[in-house]
T-cell receptor
Framework: AQSVTQPDIHITVSEGASLELRCNYS??????LFWYVQSPGQGLQLLLK??????LVQGIKGFEAEFKRSQSSFNLRKPSVHWSDAAEYFC?????????????FGPGTSLSVIP | EAQVTQNPRYLITVTGKKLTVTCSQN?????MSWYRQDPGLGLRQIYY???????DKGDVPEGYKVSRKEKRNFPLILESPSPNQTSLYFC???????????FGPGTRLTVL
């Protein structure tokens, strides 16, 4: 079945440590890819997106993500995590080949940051 | 200020009592969407609209209705709410499905 998966339900990292959040999709063609962040009690905010071109994309708040076609992955990274990064992170996909208008979100990864 | 507004923010109701959650955006966006957020399931798209009078089903449309009579408004209607529709609902708008979506603050709905 076509889907977006985020294998890690919850991750805890120490402040200053590096971070990688995983996202995999199972759509045949390269979809449009997004990462959103939801801070506690807030709506969602776009961190970055990938449509085409350079497979390493830079986003806001020091985040970056790398698209790997061979692995159907779009993992989010940050070299040094700050306490304010504690939030829920969602990967999202517009399938394109099967639908240009639907947006499919993954189940989310909750990030805790230890001081 | 560019924003998406939703009302009400919190609602407790009973099974079968029709309700409407309003959504309005002031960015002249063509694409609008409704999502529900449930623990462990992320956001699931209920309905979306590509433009005025153009709507389509998302992944979980059962039990919901929408309309898009004006570009700025996209209300979500629950004709006969049931307890399994207890959830956190988000409205979002964007230029298109593959542009950045701007989210409203959310509506927490409890159906008893």
């Amino acid at each position: 079945a076509q889907s977006v998966t985020q294998p890690d339900i919850h991750i805890t990292v120490s402040e200053g440590a590096s971070l990688e959040l995983r996202c995999n999709y199972s759509y045949g063609a390269t979809p449009y890819l997004f990462w959103y962040v939801q801070s506690p009690g807030q709506g969602l905010q776009l961190l970055l997106k990938y449509f085409s071109g350079d497979t390493l994309v830079q986003g806001i708040k020091g985040f970056e993500a790398e698209f790997k076609r061979s692995q159907s992955s779009f993992n989010l990274r940050k070299p040094s995590v700050h306490w304010s990064d504690a939030a829920e992170y969602f990967c999202a996909v517009v399938p394109m080949k099967t639908s240009y208008d639907k947006v499919i979100f993954g189940p989310g990864t909750s990030l805790s940051v230890i001081p | 200020e560019a924003q998406v507004t939703q009302n009400p923010r919190y609602l407790i109701t009973v099974t079968g009592k029709k309700l409407t959650v309003t959504c309005s955006q002031n960015m002249n966006h063509e694409y609008m969407s409704w999502y529900r957020q449930d623990p462990g399931l992320g956001l699931r798209q209920i309905y979306y609209s590509m433009n005025v009078e153009v709507t389509d089903k998302g992944d979980v449309p059962e039990g919901y209705k929408v309309s898009r009579k004006e570009k700025r408004n996209f209300p979500l209607i629950l004709e006969s709410p049931s307890p399994n529709q207890t959830s956190l609902y988000f409205c979002a708008s964007s230029v298109s499905s593959y542009n950045e979506q701007f989210f409203g603050p959310g509506t927490r709905l409890t159906v008893l």
